[in-house]
Each structure stands twice: as C-alpha cells, then as structure tokens.
C-alpha cells in the first residue's frame, strides 16, 4: 500500500516569509497528489490537486509542487500570516483510486 | 451549492453501548460518500466508503458498520462501543472519484468512549 510520510515535527516560521512543506511518498507513483488544510477540531479543506504529468500547480499564495523523480512534494504558502497556522495534510493515490493520507505538519507562523 | 452535515458534534458514550452517527449532502445526487476516523496524533484512517445506495465497502474489519439507506444519507454505527473506537470521525463526499476532484469534509464528531 502507499505510504505517505511528513514532518511531524511543527514548522515554526515569521510572518511574511514562505513556509515550505514537505511530502514524500512510497511504493506507487501517484496519478495526482492533494494537499489539506486542518483546522483544530475541524474537518479538513481541500486547497489544491497536482497530476503526476503537472510540474506545479499555483492558487493565489499556494504553491505545489510533484517532482516524480524525488517521490516528492512541497507545498509553498507565500507572504505567510498568522491566520495560515494550522495542519497541512498531503494525499496520495495509490494502489486504488481512493487516496492516502499522511498525518501532516503543523505550521505556526508568528507575528 | 453543495453542504455536508454530520452530527453531533460530540458523544461521549459507556464502553458496551451503541452508536450512531448520521452524515447528509445536499445539493449533490449520487456522491461517492466516505466515513474516517483520526486518532489522535495520527493520519487520516478509512473506515467505510460508498459509490450508491446499499453500497457499502468497508476498508477496516472491527466493530463498525455502515449503511446508506438513501442517496446522500450516510450512517456509522457500532452495537458495542470499545475503548479503542474514541477518537474524531469524519464524513466526506466526492462528485466521481477523488482522483478528480477532492474531498469535501463535514464538520466532524469527537468520540470518546469512557
């Protein structure tokens, strides 16, 4: 089965700069990779979906990229604000069609 | 525009008792509908998905089951709650497959079995 892995340990970063979140995945090249937001207590949101045959994919200050060659990808958020801290989640297909999710990383972005 | 409702937000049940969670959709027909659970500390884990009425696949053999007696209704339910079962429960949707397009999440349901 796919195996997803990400940084369990939290991202600590200043207001302003560009967090980077990293994810990397085993066994099956994936036909397309998604990236979520998590809130505490809350359902994940969809942000963005990136294809194996997609260099990167871009939404507002969102920024993915899958590079099939590292089995990886990273997530960007640009001129990062205190309201973007909370748990990116990466998912990956697989082996079937329904996607596996990492445990994501947890972003802090201080004032 | 399409909503997501599960409910309730939170249940503490006795370990032995039974449960009974409910997800609707509205403003979608015939969505590919999904129940997960999230332990603490740990990534998202598959428990049931459906792709139409009184289809039902389940991905983790234990004491849950799922059924979906109408087209956006989805339900999870256990006979006896274990210890084990706590944790955050979420219902999801998909138009087709989530290959293209990606999940819509309810709100969630915190378990904790006491």
């Known amino acids: 089965s796919q195996k997803i892995e990400q940084n369990s340990e939290a991202l600590n970063i200043q207001e302003g700069k560009t967090a980077t979140l990293t994810c990397n995945y085993t066994?099956?090249?994936?036909?397309?990779l998604q990236w979520y937001r998590q809130d505490p207590g809350r359902g994940p949101v969809f942000l963005l979906l990136i294809r194996e045959n997609e260099k990167e994919k871009r939404k507002e200050r969102l920024k993915v990229t899958f590079d099939t060659t590292l089995k990886q990808s990273l997530f960007h958020i640009t001129a990062s604000q205190p309201a973007d801290s909370a748990t990116y989640l990466c998912?990956?297909?697989?082996?079937?069609?329904?996607?596996?999710f990492g445990r994501g990383t947890s972003l802090i972005v201080h004032p | 525009s399409q909503t997501i409702h599960q409910w309730p937000a939170t249940l503490v049940q006795p370990v032995g008792s039974p449960l009974s969670l409910e997800c609707t959709v509205e403003?979608?027909?015939?969505?590919?509908l999904y129940w997960y659970r999230q332990a603490a500390g740990r990534g998202l884990q598959l428990l049931f998905y459906?792709?139409?009425?009184?289809?039902i696949s389940s991905e983790v053999p234990q004491n849950l089951s799922a059924s979906r007696p109408q087209d956006r209704q989805f339900i999870l339910s256990s006979k006896k709650l274990l210890l084990s079962d706590s944790g955050f429960y979420l219902c999801?949707?998909?138009?087709?497959?989530?290959?293209?397009?990606?999940?819509?999440f309810g709100s969630g349901t915190r378990l904790t079995v006491v």
């Open positions: 998912a990956s297909s697989g082996g079937s069609y329904i996607p596996t």
């Open positions: 459906s792709v139409g009425i009184g289809q």
């Open positions: 403003g979608t027909s015939n969505p590919n």
């Open positions: 999801a949707w998909t138009e087709g497959t989530a290959a293209n397009y990606g999940y819509t």
């Open positions: 066994n099956y090249s994936p036909a397309y």
